[in-house]
T-cell receptor, first 111, second 116 residues
Framework: DSGVTQTPKHLITATGQRVTLRCSPR?????VYWYQQSLDQGLQFLIQ???????AKGNILERFSAQQFPDLHSELNLSSLELGDSALYFC??????????FGEGSRLTVL | GENVEQHPSTLSVQEGDSAVIKCTYS??????FPWYKQELGKGPQLIID?????GEKKDQRIAVTLNKTAKHFSLHITETQPEDSAVYFC???????????????FGRGTQLTVWP
């Protein structure tokens, strides 16, 4: 158990819909990262937050957004969903740098 | 940005044999190189890491080597066991660069299968 909690574990929805994925980092970790894992793209970095502020953006679509709240949990919002958005979405946390601790992921299926 | 390439994409070995996975990186500012193991249905988990001030690091049956000049690093697993079967990812990061601090750039992964 990494200490990072992600909900929901599985999510099935239709094209055009909007979903929210939630992440609770390890106690004491200030950095939260979101990664997307698909068969053809591997582990793609989406976005990073540090203590509530956005630190870095990767290949995150404009339809996606994220935030980190004062209690340090984070949410990833995916809207106007397309079939190609089906993937595993991982949240990871770290104190600052060094080892990232990954949650078990949220599997999104868009039908 | 950083580009990490990983080879091979699949690797099959007999139990007891050694396995080697190789990665190259492009950004000379990268100074932290972790390896993650991902088992089916789980998130990636760190198994070993190395920083650029060290050339080699070992932890029981696993070892990582780093060649900064050539910008490549490798994972070595000796005396492989069936429970080593998983997907292995290499990654690179700069622990000293501004906005990308802590962000990991991953290779595409290697599916390792260890046959009994």
């Amino acid at each position: 158990d990494s200490g990072v909690t992600q909900t929901p574990k599985h999510l099935i929805t239709a094209t055009g819909q909007r979903v929210t994925l939630r992440c609770s980092p390890r106690s004491g970790d200030l950095s939260v990262y979101w990664y997307q894992q698909s068969l053809d793209q591997g582990l793609q970095f989406l976005i990073q937050y540090y203590n509530g502020e956005e630190r870095a953006k990767g290949n995150i679509l404009e339809r996606f957004s994220a935030q980190q709240f004062p209690d340090l949990h984070s949410e990833l919002n995916l809207s106007s969903l397309e079939l190609g958005d089906s993937a595993l979405y991982f949240c990871a946390s770290s104190v600052y740098t060094g080892e990232l601790f990954f949650g078990e992921g949220s599997r999104l299926t868009v039908l | 940005g950083e580009n990490v390439e990983q080879h091979p994409s699949t690797l099959s070995v007999q139990e007891g044999d050694s396995a080697v996975i190789k990665c190259t990186y492009s950004d000379s500012a990268s100074n932290y190189f972790p390896w993650y193991k991902q088992e089916l249905g789980k998130g990636p988990q760190l198994i070993i890491d190395i920083r650029s001030n060290v050339g080699e690091k070992k932890d029981q049956r696993i070892a990582v080597t780093l060649n900064k000049t050539a910008k490549h690093f490798s994972l070595h697993i000796t005396e492989t066991q069936p429970e080593d079967s998983a997907v292995y990812f290499c990654a690179a990061s700069s622990e000293s660069r501004g906005s990308t601090l802590g962000r990991l750039y991953f290779g595409r992964g290697t599916q390792l299968t260890v046959w009994p």
